[in-house]
């Protein structure tokens, strides 16, 4: 009989393991079809999609950028490759609030040089970085970091908006290397951000053909053009969903050992398993695991989660003075908003919305303004248009076609200081009881396409010990 495997949680993470697992044990010819458990009546987790008035509207993440193969090679499987959207690329323009005026982010170092991202003491500190102190012994913060190499203007600024839009965090409590690996790398490799993303754009121009100009990129920040698909992010997890044996409205609420195995228990769930793997927050998986190995236990249930809400609005054109002319705009924290920024949705995706309509999507709250999440619908909605009336001339009367306000608490993991004795806290876990593996966006990446990278290498994992057991 071949090995019962279940998978708790149908998120990205958990959806991506299933598929993985049944890939790679049909290529070894021994196929395994583990079974899902998911709390909700839905699948998908933070990612699902609805059409709304012609409006589509994604419940979390709005994109994925193109620097995973994995996640292509997925799409493709799944034959959903003629569904993908690229970015609009006249949404290319960003905004950052800086003493309360939206502030175009520069595309080049000239522009950069030219433009009023920041004050010009703030963009020479900022040229100075090759010559900045060397890292110290103790792990740093994204903002430590960021002010020891480029200066506390672009700290400030840059980074803090950079962090609100992955993290809805604070970059003084996110460590460097668990938040962004790829900056903490480019600092090791080269010494510097700046002689970093030299070496790099030399790099590529030298592998395109004759007459083609490099892609743009940033030094370790995210890069690449954000893709979506035709009716929302949610078709990639519907996909898989459809292809996986999914059990809804079963939330696990016991976690026993039977024998080398398991048994899951919960509400209607009494189900006994060879391998589990949790897919789930961290909290939640600290709960089932704490009878059976505190400490760690305990230690993984430390990472912190930002709770978040998303604001979406559709409105005709018209409510607007004039068309958006980019990808939308970021709120650093010293401006003491109450607004996290605003992503321009229908300019991103002009697909998404019906013709002579525009969207907004509108984050508020995070790590630093959680309180804000205590507040009604309608009094998030009113502090919200108050907010685009200013920042984008939203017209104050006007009637929304559509008005969502979805809530993510405890929304998103941060990878704080400390992160890693915390993913060792994971894999401790893991070695003290065999056959259970922990997934999942807390711990190796919070983006999907971190979460479809590691869900092929979970996957992958299951099926080799499940091979070598015999
Ligand atoms: C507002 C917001 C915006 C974001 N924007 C982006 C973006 O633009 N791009 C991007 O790449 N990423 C973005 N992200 C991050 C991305 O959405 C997540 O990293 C990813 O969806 C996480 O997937 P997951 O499967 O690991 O977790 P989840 O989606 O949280 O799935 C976990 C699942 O486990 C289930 N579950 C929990 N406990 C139990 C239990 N005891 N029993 C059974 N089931 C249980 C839950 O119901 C859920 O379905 C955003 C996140 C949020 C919240």
Redesign the pocket.
Known sequence: MAPKVVI?????????IAESIERHSAAAGRPIRPVI????P??????TSHKEQGFVI????????DKEPKMFELIERLGLSDRVIGANKEAENRFIVRQGRLRKLPSSPPAFLAGDVLPLLGKLRVLWEPFAKGRPDAEESVWQFAARRIGKPAADVLIDAMVTG?Y?GDPKKLSLPAAFPRMFELETQYGSLIKAQLAIAKQKKKALPAGASAPKGGAGGPTGT?HSFQEG?GEL?RALASRAEVRPK????QLEREGSGFRLK?PGLDQAADRVV????AF?AE??LLPHAEAPARTLGQIPYAS???LVAGYRASALPRPLDGFGFLIPNGEARSILGT?WASSVFPIHVPEGAIMLRT?IGGERRAELLEKSDDELIQLSRAELAQWVGLDPKAEPLVEKV?R?PR???QYSLGHATRVAAADALEAALPGLYL????LR???????VADADRVGARVVAETLAQG
């Open positions: 708790v949680g149908a998120g990205i993470s958990g959806l991506a458990f998911e709390a909700e839905e699948a998908g987790g933070k990612i994604d419940s979390g993440p709005h994109g994925f950028l992955i809805g954000l992010l997890t079963m939330n696990l609420a919960g949790l897919a789930i927050p939640e709960r089932l978040i809400a998303v992503i984050m979805i993510w929304g998103i993991p997934a999942g966006n807390a990446g919070v983006a999907m396409l971190n979460c």
